[in-house]
């Protein structure tokens, strides 16, 4: 199984305390509540002492969590980067306008993004959230990786046909969306191999 080192070298809540763009950062969004930390905490294998902080309650998040990665082997570093959660963000116009000042902040930037890790939920595929996404990140040109959570939780017996309906639907994704389940399982191990390939593969472009 592969072991990667990740060290949170920084939490920013404004443009200006975000960390000199050193490497290729690929961010992480999704929904509050989707399991963007739980992914994190399962993908640096730290289900037991989390590194990124999982909530019950959603909406918590405001602010841009940067995890330096050393994926071992060699292979360049990275960064992963969990984006303050979308949705229950928009509770208000100046939440919304918070959440859309920083992460626009963020992609506007210039930093070297080379794509997007989209979290759905599997149980509900994309979401009128999902959609808003998937449009902002077009807009801007971003590569995106479709990853399904809570595959735990669907029934095992439709688990096949809701992941083609989600295909027929339209989905993209620069590869086929894993359903990971929060845990340091095989799903977790086949997308810590997708990320550094997909970075070297979208990085050529
Ligand atoms: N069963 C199951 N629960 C999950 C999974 N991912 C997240 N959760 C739960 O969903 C809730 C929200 O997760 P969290 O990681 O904090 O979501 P975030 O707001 O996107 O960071 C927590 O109660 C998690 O334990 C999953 O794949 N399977
Ligand atoms: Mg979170």
């Known amino acids: 199984m592969t072991h990667w080192r990740a060290e949170l ?9 975000m960390p000199e763009p050193l490497m290729p950062e690929v961010a992480i969004a999704g929904r509050s509540n989707v399991g963007k930390s739980t992914l994190i905490n399962a993908l640096l294998n730290r289900t037991s002492s989390r590194i990124a902080h999982v909530s019950s309650k959603p909406g918590k998040t405001r602010s841009l969590n940067f995890y330096r990665i050393d994926p071992g082997d060699g292979a360049p570093q990275f960064m992963v980067v969990d984006l303050p959660g979308y949705g229950y963000a928009a509770r208000s116009a100046d939440e919304r306008e918070g959440w859309l000042r920083l992460v626009n902040g963020y992609f506007g930037s210039g930093r070297d993004i080379p794509f997007v890790i989209h979290l759905m939920d599997f149980r ?3 979401l009128a959230a999902d959609a808003e996404l998937t449009a902002w990140l077009d807009a801007m040109d971003m590569p995106r990786l479709v990853v399904f959570t809570k595959g735990d939780k669907a029934p095992k017996s439709r688990a096949r046909s809701m992941y083609l309906n989600y295909l027929r639907g339209g989905l993209v994704s620069v590869s086929p969306p894993l359903v990971t389940a929060g845990k340091n399982d095989a799903e977790a191990e086949r997308l810590r191999e997708a990320i550094p390939r997909i970075i070297k593969e979208v990085s050529r472009l």
């Open 124 to 126: 509900h595929g994309p």
């Open 9 to 17: 070298v920084c939490t920013a809540f404004e443009m200006k305390q």
